[in-house]
């Protein structure tokens, strides 16, 4: 199957950047690097009142993943005849800072919610375009850590010895399904929601307003960053079904990063790509193809 890749660096400024209403513009890059060269659009740091920074954003995913609508028989772990397949879209988020505007951007974020990362998913056609189904979603980093053991060190040394065991784990939490997706190799490299009495991270979904579709949100403590580092990964898993009357149609998948300054309302987020065309948002455009032959 094919994978699609998307990247872009852009630099953006912020003022008002702990009100409720901060004012924000993308000052230079675009789907190549970022300018090294400030220019007068850059605005140095002041309290409460303005930055600048650098953000990094990657996407990737099957382009074409396979919609099963044979039918098999169904098996004891399973009482339905559709089949479905699991397919892995992956995405990065880094923050550092323009040569000559440095200031500690991550001391002022708040301690919870400091970044939400959004995957927004929209069929088109609306009425009749495929579905994309979410089945489970993790945020990743590398073991060991700065300051504590990974989950895996933790909680599943006698049951995992390794990622070969976690590539079975759809196949028997989500019985219906036939787990399939390249590359996943989760075991060594899941961030546990929380880290004793601390949560790392949370998971959310909701129907955006105006993109009118899904969204899958990854809410992230300032903790993550701290301890992880600034350039957060994560992995959405996701099937997909097309209408029975109609077999055309795509799914957008877009990536939506935001920061929080603002201490007293937890969802008032700075989305620097916001500022960008629709055209240049990194996003990847899924077409489901569908296999009518009946499944073995």
């Known amino acids: 199957m094919p994978v699609q890749m998307k990247r872009m660096y852009l630099d953006f400024v912020a003022r008002d950047y702990k009100s409720n209403n901060p004012q924000f513009e993308i000052v230079s890059g675009s789907s190549g690097a970022a300018s090294q060269q400030a220019d007068a659009n850059y605005e140095p740091y002041k309290k409460d009142d303005a930055f600048t920074l650098r953000c990094f954003l990657s996407l990737r995913g099957e382009a074409n993943p396979a919609v099963h609508s044979g039918t098999r028989p169904p098996t004891k772990a399973s009482s339905t005849a559709t089949e479905a397949t699991i397919y892995q879209y992956d995405w990065a ?94 075991g060594s490299n899941l961030l546990a929601s929380s880290t004793g009495d601390k949560q790392n991270w949370f998971l959310y979904q909701f129907f955006d307003e105006k993109q009118q579709c899904p969204v899958v949100e990854w809410r992230i403590n300032k903790t993550v960053l701290r301890e992880f580092g600034p350039l957060i990964r994560g992995t959405l898993l996701l099937a997909f079904q097309t209408p029975a009357e109609s077999n055309h149609g795509s799914v957008q998948v877009l990536l939506r990063p935001q920061i929080r300054y603002y201490p007293y309302d937890a969802i008032c987020y700075i989305i620097p790509t916001n500022g960008l065309k629709p055209e240049d948002q990194v996003f990847i455009e899924v077409h489901p193809m569908t296999d009518k032959s009946p499944s073995a």
Do not use: C
């Open 93 to 186: 988020f880094g923050i550092t800072l323009v040569d000559g505007f440095h200031w500690d951007w991550m001391n002022e974020l708040p301690e919870e919610g400091a970044l939400a990362i959004h995957l927004v998913l929209k069929p088109d056609p609306f009425a009749n375009g495929p579905e994309a189904i979410p089945v489970a979603a993790v945020l990743s980093t590398l073991h060991p850590s700065r300051d504590t053991k990974g989950f895996v060190e933790q909680y599943l040394p006698t049951i995992m010895k390794g990622a070969s065991g976690m590539a079975k784990i759809g196949a028997k939490a989500f019985a219906p399904l036939n787990y399939l997706s390249s590359g996943l190799a989760l």
